[in-house]
């Protein structure tokens, strides 16, 4: 069984850092693109970033490019996302979700809330 | 970016009824379409991928349909647990985006 399991969520100011972790298991997860996807409090879903299954390629939108980065570590399963110059905007459940090859986020992580608030 | 509009945004019908969401594309996804539902307190759960394919483990009343600019979710023989927001996300291009959801109730 596929299971994804985050951790890391917290409440941070604006400007501040955090990183979020993605342990997985129930699959071979060195051969799958993983990546970060948000809920906003009003429930938008958000594409936030995608790694590939060698670690080699990653992608990002404009609005957390540069201030966020998407890493793995195959060797622990673990699939990571450093937050840093945080905004209010950035306020949200972060998932993490494993690809399907052939489209789509195929399975999700439980989820852990990222709240950003002075 | 590729703008996802989704309609209608809420839909009430009664179990045993065939209702369909409509998304549209702003630009050309080919078949790089994927539809979830997100029944209320869950995650979100692929239903289809690829415009027409089932996940696994979906049941065949869900269906989807298009290519292009447009696609359509079906849901034939309204069931309780199809209680859901349903969301589009189109996978053709960087950055990935999703449509604004639509809340299912049941009459």
């Known amino acids: 069984e596929v299971q994804l399991v985050e951790s890391g969520g917290d409440l941070v100011k604006p400007g501040g850092s955090l990183k979020l972790s993605c342990a997985a298991s129930?699959?071979?997860?060195?051969?799958?693109?993983m990546s970060w996807v948000r809920q906003t409090p009003d429930k938008r879903l958000e594409w936030v970033a995608t790694i590939s299954s060698g670690g080699s390629y990653t992608y990002y939108p404009d609005s957390v490019k540069g201030r966020f980065t998407i890493s793995r570590d195959n060797a622990k399963n673990t699939l990571y996302l450093q937050m840093s110059s945080l905004k209010s905007e950035d306020t949200a459940m972060y998932y993490c979700?494993?690809?399907?090859?052939?489209?789509?986020?195929?399975?999700w992580g439980q989820g852990t809330l990222v709240t950003v608030s002075a | 970016d590729i703008q996802m509009n989704q309609s209608p945004s809420s839909l009430s019908a009664s179990l045993g009824d065939t209702i369909t969401i409509t998304c549209h594309a702003s630009?050309?996804?080919?078949?790089?379409l994927s539809w979830y539902q997100q029944k209320p307190g869950n995650i979100p759960k692929l239903l289809i991928y690829k415009a027409s394919n089932l996940h696994t483990g979906v049941p065949s009343r869900f269906s989807g349909s298009g290519s292009g600019t447009g696609f359509t979710l079906t849901i034939s023989s309204l069931q309780p647990e199809d209680i859901a927001t349903y969301y589009c996300?189109?996978?053709?291009?960087?950055?990935?985006?999703f449509g604004g959801g639509t809340k299912l109730e049941i009459k």
């Open positions: 996300q189109q996978g053709q291009s960087y950055p990935w985006t």
């Open positions: 129930g699959f071979t997860f060195s051969s799958y693109g």
């Open positions: 979700a494993r690809q399907n090859p052939d489209g789509g986020f195929a399975y």
């Open positions: 630009q050309n996804i080919n078949v790089w």
